[in-house]
């Protein structure tokens, strides 16, 4: 959904702390998003490498089309559940490490994923990491699920309470009409285009968009904010309040929120 704030590596592993949970409800990625990316990486008969694949969100419909997989999470309690999620897929690898000293044995891969997690990677050493886990050609794909709330005044109100409780990185930033229709990145300055045009080593630069609106349920929201390191770390008697309010707020609302939940998807390959 709403990409998370910046804060390096260990931000990445507060996850750990509701890896189930974080399952449950985090949304997944479409078989739209998967066939776009496999149709540009033409992989053949090589295989990919996922960074920071947590529980397995964007893991199981790659492994599910016969993709090898390396999966390098940094989580050890992620990774115990991405296994558990993995388990009828003897194409995929697990390695519990930090991507920026993971060690690739001298394999090089023919797609690099990130979904919902390149903002966690070294900003300083992100392009130089994935250059040397590509073979030449060899293509990156990151992805992100951002999304926009339709009810204006209901968006201002989450954003109210969050500001109230100290949520930093709000993910109740955007409305449904911030994102809906445009291009990705035209909204905000995180998309790594312009990055990995000054990098260079890189061509071919795509950016995608899949779009839907969905339903979420009280419980189910609150699930999803519960998951987000802007909550996680909160200390916990404030994340409740935080938390409980938000609910209240929901329920007086029809018990529920409405999103445009984008999947968006940034591709380059190796030159």
């Known amino acids: 959904m709403a990409p998370e704030d910046d804060a390096g590596t260990a931000r990445g592993r507060v996850f750990g702390e509701v890896a189930e949970l974080y399952d449950a409800a985090r949304p997944g990625y479409s078989d739209a998003m998967v066939t776009e990316v496999l149709a540009y990486a033409a992989l053949g008969d090589r295989a990919a490498v996922e960074v920071g694949a947590g529980t397995g969100k964007a893991t199981v419909p790659f492994?599910?089309?016969g993709i090898p997989l390396v999966c390098v999470e940094p989580d050890a309690r992620m990774a115990e559940v991405l296994r558990r999620n993995t388990a009828g897929y003897p194409n995929v690898r697990v390695e519990v490490g930090d991507f920026e000293q993971w060690q690739s044995g001298g394999r090089r891969y023919g797609l690099l994923l990130a979904a919902s997690s390149w903002h966690f990677v070294d900003h300083d050493r992100r392009w130089d990491l994935v250059h040397a886990a590509l073979a030449p050609g060899?293509?990156?794909?990151?992805v992100r699920n951002p999304h926009g709330i339709h009810d204006a005044g209901l968006r201002a109100e989450l954003a109210a309470i969050g500001d109230r409780h100290g949520v930093t990185g709000s993910p109740h930033r955007f409305l449904a009409s911030d994102i809906g229709g445009g291009?990705?990145?035209s909204w905000d300055q995180?998309?790594?285009d312009a990055e990995c045009r000054r990098d260079g080593r890189f061509?071919?630069?795509?950016s995608v968009r899949f779009q839907e609106n969905l339903r979420y349920d009280t419980d189910?929201?609150?699930?999803?904010?519960?998951s987000l390191s802007a909550y996680r770390n909160l200390p916990s008697p404030r994340r409740e309040a935080a938390l409980a309010e938000a609910g209240r707020l929901l329920d007086a609302h029809g018990g529920g929120i409405d999103l445009l939940q984008a999947t968006d998807v940034f591709l380059a390959r190796a030159r």
């Open 203 to 206: 061509s071919d630069r795509r």
């Open 138 to 142: 060899g293509a990156v794909a990151l």
């Open 220 to 226: 189910r929201y609150l699930g999803y904010l519960t």
């Open 63 to 65: 492994a599910a089309r």
């Open 183 to 185: 291009e990705p990145g």
């Open 190 to 192: 995180a998309w790594p």
